[in-house]
C-alpha cells in the first residue's frame, strides 16, 4: 500500500508564494508520475500540474507561468512552487502519484488567497 502526504498550504495574501510538498511512502518500486490537483468548493477537481519519472511536465493554461512542478525521484517527493498566487487559486490542493502497480491520493493541504 502507498500513502501519499501533502504538507505546504496556508494563508496567503494576492501576489505571494507558497511551496507545496508531497511525500509517498510505502510499498513503492517506481512512481511513474506525479501530479497537484486541486478542488475548490462547488467546483470539480481539476489538474494543475504533473510530472512524469523523466521530468517532463504538464500545466493547466490558468496556472502557466506562475506555478511549477519538479520532483525528487530518490525521495519519492514531489513539489509545487506557486507564486503570484490569486484569490482564485484558492483550493484544497491534492497530490496523486501514479505508477503500473498502484494510483494514490493524498487527504489535501488548504491553500487560501486573500487580504
Known amino acids: 500500500q502507498v500513502r501519499v502526504v501533502e504538507s505546504g498550504g496556508g494563508l496567503v495574501q494576492p501576489g505571494g508564494s507558497l511551496r507545496l510538498s508531497c511525500v509517498a511512502s510505502g510499498s513503492i518500486f517506481r512512481i511513474d508520475d506525479m501530479g497537484w490537483y486541486r478542488q475548490a468548493p462547488g467546483k470539480q477537481r481539476e489538474l494543475v500540474a504533473a510530472i512524469t519519472s523523466g521530468g517532463s511536465t504538464n500545466y493547466a493554461d490558468s496556472v502557466k507561468g506562475r506555478f511549477s512542478i519538479s520532483r525528487d525521484n530518490a525521495k519519492n517527493t514531489a513539489y509545487l512552487q506557486m507564486n503570484s498566487l490569486k484569490p482564485e487559486d484558492t483550493a484544497v490542493y491534492y497530490c496523486?502519484?501514479?505508477?503500473?502497480?498502484?494510483?494514490?491520493w493524498g487527504q489535501g493541504t488548504q491553500v487560501t488567497v486573500s487580504s
Open positions: 496523486k502519484a501514479n505508477s503500473w502497480s498502484f494510483s494514490s
